[in-house]
Structures are given as C-alpha cells and as structure tokens.
C-alpha cells in the first residue's frame, strides 16, 4: 500500500488548503510535549539515520535476527513493558505491548523490513541515510525504508517517548504487531498475529493502525478505508516438468525438432487476459461484488480533487484503459481486480541475441483482489484454469499475498483520524480502498475484526523506488516536517484515548 | 552452425566405422610432414593457447582490435603474403593471401571471435586454455573458443606451417577471408567480402571451407552440403512506443488504469505461431520449398546410422515435436524454418516478485531460414504481420542474421573431403543442410556462386556453452588428436591441389 499511497497523493494537487502546522497550533496542553519534541528531534532523527542503516530485506536474507532485535530494543526504550521476537516458519516478527494503565488498547501494526536495492541507482548511497536538501521539500533523509516505512515508524516511537519524558504516561496502551516479511507478501504475517496471546491482546484493542506518511506535496491527506488483496504467483513452464521439450538449454537450431517451454508459457499467459491485457478471462474467476454508489461519490469527488494532468504526468502515461475519463479510470483502480504481469525472464536474457531455445522460462505475476475475492479462491481459480487449458504441469509459485481488507467509516481508528485531521484544518479525501495492498485482513477479518487504518503527517516518496527519502525540516508550508510528524502521533493517540 | 553441427556429431553413434589414424596411415610422401607435424606440436598447442587467452567478443566490445591483428601475425607466420584488416561499420575483417604459384586458389573462412561466457559455469577458467584429462578422450584443451572455432582453424595454420618447414609449398593458393562478428549473426561479412579486391580474390578459387571440429565420440564424420539461414531480432513493446502504458516502472496496483506492454508484447508473440509453439503463423510468411526425394533418402540414411536414445539423452529430450520418429524429426531438423524465443526479459527479473508494471519488455527471437526463404523476406513479413495486427509500435531490431547457403554434392570443397574421408576409412553421414546456420551465403550466392564446406578431423565439444574443448591427445581410437586434425588439413591441401 506504501507506494501507491505515496504516488497517489503526490498527484492530489487539486484541494490546495492551507494546512495550519500542527506542531505550531498545538494547544496549550501538549506545549510541554511539544517542547520535547523540539528538544529531542536531533537524537530521534539520529535514532532514524541509525534504523535505516540496518536493513532486514527477507527476499535476500539480509539483517535477521538484528531487524527485529533493534526494533525490540527500540519499543524497550519508548516504555513497552514487554517486547519479544515471535518465530515463524520465514523471518521471525516482534510482539509488545504497552501497559500505560489507560482506559482504552489501541494496535500497532508495524514492518522492520525494507525493499531491495540497487545502490547504482541511488544519488546518494540508499544505506547511508544521508541529510539533504531536496528543491520544494527542505532537509530530507534519503535512504532505503525512510518512509516505507521506517520514518513514520520512528516517528511515532519518538511521539510515545516524548509524552514519557514529559513524565506522562501514554494516553493509551499498546499492542503492536511488526513483521520482516511485508516485501515478499506478507507470506507469515497470520503465523504472528493468530497466536493465542497475541491475538488475545489485539482483541482488547479499538483497533489497529500502522505509521504512514500521510501527506502528498500539497499537504492533501487521503484516507483509506481499505486495500485490495493481492497474491504474488510465479508461473514456470519447465521442459522437465512438461515432459517435453528440452530439459536444459540446447541449441536453437533444435526448435525444428524439439517443443519449447518459453512458448508455452507465452501462450499460457495469453489464455489468462483479455486481447488488451485489460480483462480477467480466467475460467470461472471469482467475480468483484460491483462498485457501490456510496464508492462512485468518493471517486467523483477524489476526480474533482486531483490534477489528472500531474496525474499522468506522474506516471508518464498519456492514457488510461480504454481512454475512460479520469473518473472512470479511478473508479477502475480501486474497484477492479487485476492480473499483472511483474516480470518475464528466461533463457538468454543479456544484450542482443544468443541463440538458445531455454529450457524454462518464468512470469512473475501480481494479482489484486477486491471484496468478494479471496486469495485463496484466486489462486484455486488460476491452477484450475490452467489445468483446463492443458497447462497443467506449469508451475505454479504462490509467493506471498492475502485477502483485500476494509474497515467502515465509522470504525475508531477512522474518526480518530478524521478529526485530528479536522483540527488540523485539514480535509481529506476518502477513498473506499487503495489500489495497493496490505495485510490488514489478519485485524479486520474474523475473529479480530477490528477496524485498521494508516495514519501519520509528514511527506515521503520513493517506495520501492531509488532515492526513497522522508521530509525532516520542511520549507513546503504545506506539509509536516519530523517534529510535525511526531506531534501528529502525538495527537492521534490522545485522539484515540478520549 | 558449430554448435548444432558439434552436438549433432556427438550423437552419432551408430556407424562404429574403425577409423584408421590419418597421422599413422600417411602415405609416404606424407612422411616428412607428419614428422615436422609431430614435432611442431608443443609449440602449435602452447600458440592455440595464447589465441584463447585472447578472446575477442563483438556483443561486448572485447578484444578489438587485439583480435584481427593476432590473427594477421599467425597467418603471416604461415605464409600469407598479404594480410590485412578490413574495416567495416561493426568490427573489422581480416583479408589474406597466400600465392604458392600452385595451379588451384581455395578460399577459407574464418571468425576470430567467440561467444560470450560466465566464468562461473565453468570447472576451468575459460581464457586459461588448461590441458585437461578428460575420461574417454584424453588430453583436451578446455576454453572459449576451444572448438568453435580457434582450434580446427590453428590446426589448419600449423598445417601450412608444417608444409613450409619442410622446405614445400602449399600445395593450393589461398584467399582467407575473417570476420569478427560471426557470434553476432554476421551483419557486416557482406562488407568484407563484396569488397572489390576480396571479391576478385575470391572469383579465383575453387570454392571456400572452413576448419571444423568434424568428428563425433565415435569418429564419424557429418557432410552438410548447406546450412540454414537466420535472422535474430529483438520485439520489444515499451510504453513510450506505443502511446500507451507506462513511460517508467510503476507500481503494479496502476496496472487498473493502465495499459501494460507486458501483455501486450505476450499477445503479440502468440500470433506468431501455432498454439504449440511449432508451426510459424506469421501472414504471408515465405514458404520453404518441400523436402526433396534425395533429402528424404539422405534423412533416412542418418536415422539409420544414428542412435536416437543418446540423442535425445544428449538434448533431455524425452519427445520430439508432434512424437515423430527419428527419421520424421530429422527430416523436420532439416527441412523446416522455425520461429524460436530465445529469451525473454522484462520487469522485474530477481528471485520471487516484485509488484511493478514494467514500461517495456523483450522477447528475443531467431527464425531460421529454409532454401525458398531469404532474410531479408523473413523480416520483412515478421514486420508486416505485426503491422497488420495492430502491433505496428513493436520496435523489430534485426541484430544479425543471412540466408540460407546450399552447395551441390560435386563441389570441389565437397569432393576433396569426401576423397580424404574414403582415404581414412571413413564412411561420412551427408546432410543437405545443417539445422545451425553460417553465413556461407556470402560464397555460394551471386556473385561469387562458390562451393562453401566445413572441414577437419578431430573432436570438440561445448560451443556457446560452459567446458568447451577440443581433443589435443586422443585416448579414443575413434578419434584424431591435434597431430591427427593438422593432418587432416594438409591431406586436404593436397587432395583440392590435385
């Protein structure tokens, strides 16, 4: 959901409101805070730069156990009472909780892994969390998770330390779940959340929110009331596994005589979509429960709000499917489901030409899931789809993924947002579910649930992208610098106390 | 054609033929020479080597111009008169001349590059050229360019080094013509050959060959009266091309709103061919003229004489395309033009998934060519059938690629070896064409309509893949060692003197 979510709002141009600084119109009660704050914003952005340069990346082994140690640590040192490393049969997750003696249990859901990289492709190297002046932004900090998602993470860490060293205790208390798979899928994020205690715990909470930076250039917020599904699927079509063609690369001169995996696959593929790419023609997929009216009001309204042009812009894209109107086309996003491809690779893959016929080749394929899907019934459906076709022996490779999520308008952690976001002067355009995913169907499916969210000041882009940065001092009057941030968990909690 | 001709020779198991040593079995005028031949033969292995050891590759601007002017030194050692570099708009050409005041001029064609590699496949660094043991053969050379093609030819140019220290003349004059792009398709021979005085050259002699690895593990020689033809191109869909889709990666969750050239490249690769991938659908695609009774008659001779078993365990081949018997798929081997993918890449291409809408993608293609087609007709149609399917913004990049070449059985390059194969007790199988393709178009088309063969004794294997070698001193009685390959070449000196 991070990218999307970044890329979204950095293209919400339209609703151009004067966003009073939070931080400075604190109100008399949080002044002590907010000087804390201020006193400790060298430390907590030094806290940040120390986070980024220890990444934990699951689909490359690297930084397990010191992922989830340094983040138990970190909870240790913010007041949660217990924090323990949780196994599971991939990258181990973190389970605390916060006794403040509060009358009210709010949940955190939290991720300590980041993206891969490539360092080539960074202006400034992606582990060293470097200080910067980005034209338009102020001073930033660029580096691999700075806001997907370890910038808004911290930013909220700093918030609950804030209110301790004031010698308050926390308006709430605490569970808070984090996983160090959310990259590759999220593939164990049940095996945490489903244990006795933890789900104990969570059941005694409001609900659940996850850090975020909430804010596009503009200051603009969108809030979320849910997120596609999604699964990960790596379809391989193997000579091997066929029992045909050859089972490793051969000359290419043997196509005359010997069948080919690579085109195989391409013609499994082609089975899947419509001629344009753009319609599910998988046998007896499972059917998205049609857009509602109250879904097609949020979208007329977030067209109206946005700047299609900056938009497309955006992604350099100068038309959307079907050259449907910006309305339209955001109706699609957020209530069709999709079969993308990723990737494709096999065979000779380097410049030019070589003239092999590969004995495999592989597409990497993402499918986004809407209400009346599930992730399960969607892969049933794929497999059963390709065993009808006679593509039966293509391997099928479930990666990741999970159902889509949504919590109603009115659940805790909405409202709560909703009017730190008023009193901020804020107005925030609603969105019945991003594009994007997240699992947020272990709280709010059964038996939790709960109503879950994301919410966070602040600005950010570059998930999953080069140059992944998080605004520290802004110059853009529009948006949050840290401090700004902090105080916006700062409230929120307060918010959710009440 | 090296490599099918390399892996096609090894399965040839049928005819054990007891192949008389050709270095034993000299007849007495030959005695002085297999002498020198013999005692050369350190020095010719250790010069083989230090070819190796320099590698010149086209496709990654390696070894240029190292690679031409080490091979203008070795051919002055050997005699030419006249050797000199030929520019051309890729990588330049080598033209030599060696006038022995004989009666008859043959021409020889050369490629002093290699194919690329990955040191890491390799049980032995691919530029250290190491003598090796290798069981049921014995003492080989490992490296790139091992067989294809730095060892048949040093073995010929130690042929010409062996007559002349015996104070003879060779016993034919020779015009070589060299090329440096032969792994990259061979788009710039039409400039080295169709220049004024190397075509001139060339209207001289009696036909053209090129020094071949010509025997199987069990010592029977394959006789290809051609070769097929061949175009590579790269079809690339890419956003910007096509006014639609992306410009840049985006997350994937867009891929509701926008085009994706991933599918739309998969879309266009399935109009290319038969649902299995094996009969080419392509609109008006030149059809290859039907196999002959003689072709026919020469497939059923080779089905006879090959093992099929060790053929397809060769190749991990259980089945043949459409389960024909051996002699159907040879005679589709030889008779059929095939549309091939030899990789494909797009998006992202690491392990597991990463959820991008990639803006392009690539499928790399080789089409081979059958007497009947040309390549520029091929492509011509590839890109008309394209068009006329609404795929017009698809970029074709022809990277190399030439016709078909075919030679009559009574060409003198072709008699002259078939004389020194009956000399040496070997009972050669004839092939109307090799399934791999050479750019012996060059010679056998207009102007020059030449006779154009492979030839030389000898063992190699691993062209275009890891382990290459090439036999130095045979253990296997059924083949020659490198005394035994120089020997072939002098023989056949004499035999196109004659």
Redesign the interface.
């Known amino acids: 959901m991070k990218?999307?979510s970044v890329?979204i709002r950095a293209a919400l141009a339209a609703a151009l409101l004067s966003c009073t600084s939070i931080a400075r119109s604190a109100p008399a009660d949080f002044a002590d805070i907010e000087a804390q704050v201020t006193q400790q914003h060298d430390a907590g952005v030094k806290r940040l730069q120390e986070w980024i340069r220890l990444p934990s990346i699951a689909?490359e082994d690297i930084g397990f156990p010191e992922g989830p140690q340094h983040l138990i640590s970190l909870l240790q040192s913010v007041g949660f009472q217990h924090a323990v490393m949780v196994e599971t049969d991939g990258k181990p997750g973190v389970f605390a909780t916060l006794d403040a003696g509060a009358a009210k249990t709010v949940g955190v859901y939290m991720m300590y892994d980041v993206?891969?990289f490539d360092p080539e492709e960074w202006s400034s190297p992606p582990l060293e969390a470097a200080l910067l002046d980005k034209p338009g932004f102020g001073k930033i900090v660029m580096g691999r998770g700075a806001v997907n998602q370890k910038g808004p993470e911290m930013a909220l860490l700093e918030a609950l330390r804030a209110i301790q060293a004031t010698g308050k205790k926390s308006p709430v208390n605490l569970v808070l779940v984090a996983e160090g798979e959310e990259e590759?899928?999220s593939p164990h994020i049940g095996q945490i959340v489903n244990r006795p205690e933890v789900q104990a715990a969570l059941m005694e909470t409001v609900g659940v929110f996850m850090p975020s930076a909430g804010q596009s250039p503009d200051g603009v917020v969108s809030v979320r009331l849910g997120a596609?599904g999604?699964i990960?699927?790596?379809l391989t079509a193997d000579?091997?596994l066929w029992?045909?063609?050859?089972?490793?690369n051969?000359?290419?001169?043997?196509?005359?005589?010997?069948?080919?995996p690579?085109?195989?696959?391409?013609?499994a593929?082609?089975t899947l979509?419509s001629?344009?790419?753009?319609t599910i023609t998988i046998d007896d997929y499972p059917q998205p429960r049609p857009i509602s009216e109250s879904e097609q009001a949020m979208m007329a309204e977030a067209a109206k709000r946005m700047d299609e042009a900056q938009f497309k812009k955006l992604?350099?894209?100068?038309?959307?499917?079907d050259d449907?109107d910006f309305e339209q086309?955001?109706e699609?996003?957020?209530s069709?489901?999709?079969?993308?491809?990723?990737?494709?690779?096999?065979?000779?893959?380097?410049?030019?030409?070589?003239?092999?016929?590969?004995?495999s080749?592989e597409a990497?394929?993402?499918l986004?899931l809407v209400p009346g899907q599930t992730a399960d019934g969607a892969l049933a459906a794929l497999v059963k789809h390709l065993d009808n076709h006679g593509f039966g022996d293509i391997d099928v490779n479930m990666?990741?993924g999970y159902d889509p999520t949504s919590s109603p308008a009115d659940a805790v952690v909405i409202q709560a947002q909703m009017a730190v976001l008023r009193d901020a002067g804020i107005d925030p355009i609603i969105w019945p579910r991003?594009?994007?995913?997240y699992p947020g169907y272990v709280f709010t499916g059964a038996p939790l649930n709960l109503g879950a969210a994301h919410f966070g000041l602040g600005h950010g882009s570059g998930a999953?992208a080069p140059d992944e940065y998080f605004v520290i001092e802004s110059t853009n009057p529009n948006i949050e610098g840290w401090d700004g941030a902090v105080m916006s968990y700062v409230r929120y909690l307060y918010e959710l106390g009440k």
Do not use: C
Not at 315 to 320: G, I, V
């Open positions: 990218t999307v890329l689909a993206k891969q590759i899928g596609k999604v990960e699927v790596q000579g091997e029992g045909r063609g050859p089972g490793k051969v000359h290419s001169s043997l196509k005359a005589m010997i069948d080919s690579v085109w195989r696959l391409v013609r593929l082609d979509v001629e344009d790419g753009n992604f350099s894209t100068p038309h959307w499917i449907l086309a955001l699609r996003l957020i069709q489901p999709t079969v993308n491809i990723e990737g494709l690779v096999g065979g000779y893959t380097g410049p030019g030409g070589k003239t092999v016929l590969p004995h080749a990497k394929l993402d986004r990666s990741g991003s594009a994007g995913s999953h």
